[in-house]
């Protein structure tokens, strides 16, 4: 059965950095196309980036809001995905959800979700 | 900018047929655009419901189907039920490895 489960949510002030990990069970991260969705408080889901397997290159693709400031990595060791974000505004302020990509292109698994505050 | 249009809200009533939309600001929404939909409920995360348009994800009942109306995709749901009442998020694959997702549809169920 495939889980995932997101930590490293919590408080941070604007210009700050977090990192968000998504512990993955059930399959290997690096063989899978992976993906960060978020949720502003009392708004809709905003796909942030994604993350091709291994075999097909690790391209990393980002939204225009994070482009920049935020990237996506693994580590096969742990079995964990990454997201870092650099340079975090108060919009960035959301639940991030962590998701693995089915073909073709749909989040198919979705974590509980973990909460960034950005706020001085 | 691509914008991805959804009813902000809608209501039926226990045991009609509801289809909510996704469109596009600017264009029409085709398969190529691999449409998905979501339903989410407050406070827990989104479940897959249908995806490549309309292929149901496993596990959700019959009565959820995906389509092509027009120039839009569209989630119908057959013989709707109290616990339906849902958020219902449609996204677009926009190419080069990047989705849109609409602003969320509303569905109240009385």
């Known amino acids: 059965e495939v889980q995932l489960v997101e930590s490293g949510g919590g408080l941070v002030k604007p210009g700050g950095s977090l990192r968000l990990s998504c512990a993955a069970s059930?399959?290997?991260?690096?063989?899978?196309?992976m993906s960060w969705v978020r949720q502003a408080p009392g708004k809709g889901l905003e796909w942030v980036g994604r993350?091709?397997?291994?075999?097909?290159?690790?391209?990393?693709d980002f939204a225009a809001p994070v482009k920049g400031r935020f990237t996506i990595s693994g580590d096969d060791s742990k079995n964990t995905l990454y997201l870092q974000m650099n340079s975090l505004k108060t919009e960035d302020t959301a639940v991030y959800y962590c998701t693995t990509v089915g073909n073709p292109g749909y989040f198919h698994h979705w974590g509980q979700g973990t909460l960034v505050t950005v706020s001085s | 900018q691509t914008v991805v249009t959804q009813e902000p809200s809608f209501s039926v009533s226990p045991g009609e047929t509801v289809t909510l939309t996704c469109g596009l600001s600017?264009?029409?929404?085709?398969?190529?655009?691999?449409p998905s939909w979501y339903q989410q409920t407050p406070g827990q995360a989104p479940r897959t419901l249908i995806y490549s348009t309309n292929t149901r994800s496993s596990g959700v009942p019959d009565r959820f189907s995906g389509s092509i109306l027009g120039n839009k995709a569209a989630l119908t749901i057959t013989a709707a039920q109290a616990d339906d009442e849902s958020d219902y998020y449609c996204v677009l694959y926009m190419g080069s490895g990047s989705w849109v997702f609409g602003g969320g549809t509303k569905l109240t169920v009385l």
């Open positions: 993350i091709t397997s291994s075999a097909d290159g690790g391209t990393r």
């Open positions: 059930g399959f290997t991260v690096s063989h899978a196309w």
């Open positions: 600017s264009g029409s929404v085709s398969t190529d655009y691999y």
